[in-house]
């Protein structure tokens, strides 16, 4: 059997003794220096293959500027998306006619888009501030979403006027003070209307007239 230095590449023969004697570990008998004699150990004098010869400095592969190129084009529209995404991104999302595609996007991506909010497309159907027999006030609204797209349940803010139209009372109706406990979801479909009905006790001055709207 036959093994190489890896120093100066000297091939000495070798026995299976030296190497259970040694564990493996050859002294060069040209240069002196130890090595691990299985590493290249082979039958023949002529089956020891070359040893590889490490690349030098200048002859390394250098990358392809085109690569160089390509991920930087990737990195710069990464940022662009993002900055874009950051600052304008609510507004954007808001756009009725880009709001599907990029439902599209962030289905393909895994996102979700901020919850689309346009209190111009939600309806006042009916709505009053009447007298009850024992005195309370019932407070009914039916309101539509008229929108294409799923909204919150908004905010409603009544307002209660004098003879002159001026306001002297008004309460905020949160979605947690109109909407039935049972109620899974908190934002109401495109195209739906839902009701509202509420008893309240009398305010102290006389009730002229009342006014409805909308918040988020």
């Known amino acids: 059997m036959y093994s190489q230095c890896p120093e100066c590449l000297t091939i000495q023969a070798i026995t299976p003794t030296q190497l259970r004697a040694n564990k493996g570990v050859l002294q060069c008998s040209h240069c002196a220096a130890y090595f691990d004699g299985l590493a290249r150990l082979n039958d023949t004098e002529d089956a020891i293959p070359p040893p590889a010869q490490p690349d030098l400095p200048w002859e390394q592969p250098t990358p392809d500027p085109s690569q160089r190129w390509g991920a930087g084009l990737l990195l710069g529209l990464s940022l662009f998306l993002w900055q874009v995404y950051?600052?304008?991104?609510?507004?954007?999302?808001?756009?009725?006619?880009?709001?599907?595609?990029?439902?599209?996007?962030?289905?393909?991506?895994?996102?979700?888009?901020?919850?689309?909010?346009?209190?111009?497309?939600?309806?006042?159907?009916?709505?009053?501030?009447?007298?009850?027999?024992?005195?309370?006030?019932?407070?009914?609204?039916?309101?539509?979403?008229?929108?294409?797209?799923?909204?919150?349940?908004?905010?409603?803010?009544?307002?209660?006027?004098?003879?002159?139209?001026?306001?002297?009372?008004?309460r905020v109706f949160k979605p947690k003070d109109y909407l039935v406990p049972s109620l899974n979801s908190h934002l109401m479909p495109a195209n739906t209307t839902t009701e509202l009905n509420l008893k309240m006790a009398p305010p102290k001055a006389s009730i002229g007239g009342s006014r409805f709207d909308f918040s988020y």
């Open 86 to 170: 950051y600052f304008e991104g609510h507004a954007l999302s808001q756009n009725p006619k880009l709001r599907p595609k990029l439902e599209s996007i962030c289905h393909f991506l895994g996102c979700r888009l901020p919850d689309y909010t346009n209190t111009d497309e939600l309806t006042v159907l009916e709505g009053s501030f009447s007298p009850m027999p024992d005195s309370y006030y019932a407070f009914r609204m039916v309101f539509s979403n008229q929108a294409a797209f799923a909204q919150p349940y908004p905010n409603i803010k009544l307002s209660l006027l004098d003879y002159n139209g001026n306001t002297f009372a008004m």
